[in-house]
């Protein structure tokens, strides 16, 4: 290995770092989205899912919720793809452009 030079492995699973959650888990994530948010409508569908208009019960803050089908991620590209919208949407600041709140 040349120093100063990444080492670069390949995952042995595009989803590698993606947690399987089953049915189980699924129905708890949409459950913890329904006690936390309101759901007031879809803004919009893509390729990996859809995102919907959300009011906090908390805080009454309008929020966008952005939710991906495991099932549409179909290869390495696809979830490179997905990962650099997150981390995109992480560093942009800017008072007419979402900020990123939570992952998961």
Same mark, same amino acid.
């Given at each position: 290995m040349v120093v100063g030079e990444a080492k670069? +492995?390949?995952? +042995?699973? *595009?989803?590698?770092? *993606?947690?399987?959650t089953g049915d189980v888990r699924l129905h708890d994530h949409r459950l913890r989205l329904k006690q936390r948010f309101d759901i007031v409508r879809k803004l919009g569908q893509g390729t990996y899912g859809k995102v919907q208009l959300g009011i906090n019960k908390k805080t009454g803050q309008e929020v966008a919720i952005k939710t991906i089908k495991k099932c549409k991620i179909e290869s390495e590209a696809d979830l490179v793809r997905i990962r650099r919208e997150v981390q995109i949407m992480s560093s942009v600041r800017h008072p007419n452009i979402v900020n990123k709140v939570q992952l998961g």
């Open positions: 670069r +492995t390949q995952p +042995t699973n *595009i989803m590698d770092g *993606i947690e399987n």
